[in-house]
């Protein structure tokens, strides 16, 4: 990164901090995947839990992502602040200060462990702990600026909601939430992966050691595809441990397989090789890297559609059992 | 009428400075709200469980 855009990040303070600011710290896009797995691990177990502790269960797990997001934006807003897709982010931008976003970040994370600890129990408290540590500490101040390993170890951190929430319902942690967990680790790094060859240029900028940056475009390409291999037969796996039943089945078996035939056209592609100049967007194509955005933009949509088809078939049972 | 402007900060700022204090007060009256709730629930769990264990 340039010393200008250091500085800049440094002293600016362009515009008074609003509430709003405070909200996006928190990062609501992905908080909203995290409380959607959350609750998908809480409704999986199919046990009967009181609707006012669960609610408080889902609403600790969404202020504890907020609270690493914040941790996150406190931490690098110097890499944030050369990064177009991340530069007009409040601590970033200058409008909020790093010291700021941290206590913020860090009153949030007591907040919200030390109520699931004592309205809801002990081993979701610990577990939401640990994945707060996890990302804004082993992932945020370590990984991400050290190893192009980085998405795939901190995967982790975004990988535990379901079994948070599972956690949360019957205070145990049985093999199907570990397998919820185990599909978003894998799915982690064909999805970063793909949004990294799409917006290449930006991380090498801001020397972020992401995958295409330090191995290139065609080994990040293959390392997709092998990710996708282990996968799609681990999304499958749910359908015999008798955790998806038949709405999962035909989503994991068809959803599976476009998967694979977009991991496989991006393999063969030349996608993240040219230049990555153009438009700005988290969905915008680059040039030459069509391929790559399909697959994070279809990512996102396969993953939604795992949990929602274990949401769906769990939801409607336990709704019938209560009947 | 003109709004106070104590820390000389503008406008912008004062207002912006407002709204923060609303949505720290307002958060407040929730978070009371929420362990008023959860308080009644889980009293209401254990007392439900203690006639059982009596009756």
Redesign the interface.
Known sequence: MTEASLSEFATARA?????GD?FVLLKPRVMSLVVFTGLTGLIATDHPM?P??AA?AV?CIAVGAGASGALNMAFDGDIDAVMRRTMNRPVAAGRIARGDAMIFGVILSA?AVM?MG??VNYLAAGLLLFTIVFYAVIYTMWLKRSTPQNIVIGGLAGALPPAIGWAAATGQTPLNAWLMVAIIFMWTPPHFWALALNSGEDYAKAGVPMMPVVKGAKSTRLQILLYSLILVPLAIAPVFTHLGHILYAAVSFVGGAVFLLLAIRLWRSRAGEAPTAGPDGLYSVKPGAREARDLFAYSILYLTLLFAALLIEHGLGLAMSLR | MSTPDPFNEGAEAAKARRMRSLMIALALVAFIALIFVITLVRLGGNAAHLVQQTS
């Open positions: 515009t008074p901090a609003r509430w405070y009181n006012i502790i408080v609403l907040f109520l004592l309205a």
